[in-house]
Antibody
Framework: QVQLVESGGGVVQPGRSLRLSCAAS????????MHWVRQAPGKGLEWVAV????????YYADSVKGRFTISRDNSKNTLYLQMTSLRAEDTAVYYC???????WGQGTMVTVSS | EIVLTQSPATLSLSPGERATLSCRAS??????LAWYQQKPGQAPRLLIN???NRATGIPARFSGSGSGTDFTLTISSLEPEDFAVYYC?????????FGQGTKLEIK
């Protein structure tokens, strides 16, 4: 079935880096743009980044621009989010979602704390 | 960045009643507005695309309307499983943005 599975979350100290992955299955991954969306504990949804189906274009939320990088490997059906210079306010559940937001993963928790 | 303002923040209703949720954009988003439902511990679920098109598998009791800056999600007769948080999202401009959410609770 159509599925997205995130991984790579955990506890990390402020200023450090972390890479999230999102494994896609059940659809032609290389035909779809992909998003990352996050949700801080008890808060609403925040769109983070998007990448085009072929990796040719991307956009970021101002809150992560210059610190986070979205990428993809279509040969591995996998989306990535490289997060650097992490801050306490980056603590959240991170979801990947297909282009039209019709398919979401279950999320992976990132906690930035010393 | 386009700001979406949802109202009310909390809506208390009983099963069988009609729910009306609002979303106002700080500038026109044409019809590029979506609605989502989120239950505790779950990922959001897409309900409505392009302001008024129900996503696959969404019951007919959910409907969306509006264009430009003012949008409405209506649930015609609440079922017990409809009590959740609802978010609107604009897809007109980058960055895409979400509203702050409306919590629909059982009265």
């Amino acid at each position: 079935q159509v599925q997205l599975v995130e991984s790579g979350g955990g506890v990390v100290q402020p200023g450090r880096s972390l890479r999230l992955s999102c494994a896609a299955s059940g659809f032609t991954f290389s035909s779809y743009g992909m998003h990352w969306v996050r949700q801080a504990p008890g808060k609403g949804l925040e769109w983070v980044a998007v990448i085009w189906y072929d990796g040719s274009n991307n956009y970021y939320a101002d809150s992560v621009k210059g610190r986070f990088t979205i990428s993809r490997d279509n040969s591995k059906n996998t989306l990535y989010l490289q997060m650097t210079s992490l801050r306490a306010e980056d603590t959240a559940v991170y979801y990947c979602a297909r282009w039209a937001f019709d398919i979401w993963g279950q999320g992976t928790m990132v906690t930035v704390s010393s | 960045e386009i700001v979406l303002t949802q109202s009310p923040a909390t809506l208390s209703l009983s099963p069988g009643e009609r729910a009306t949720l609002s979303c106002r954009a700080s500038q026109s988003v044409s019809s590029y507005l979506a609605w989502y439902q989120q239950k505790p511990g779950q990922a959001p679920r897409l309900l409505i695309n392009d302001a008024s098109n129900r996503a696959t598998g969404i019951p007919a009791r959910f409907s969306g309307s509006g264009s430009g800056t003012d949008f409405t999600l209506t649930i015609s007769s609440l079922e017990p499983e409809d009590f959740a948080v609802y978010y609107c999202q604009q897809r007109s401009n980058w960055p895409n943005t979400f509203g702050q959410g409306t919590k629909l609770e059982i009265k």
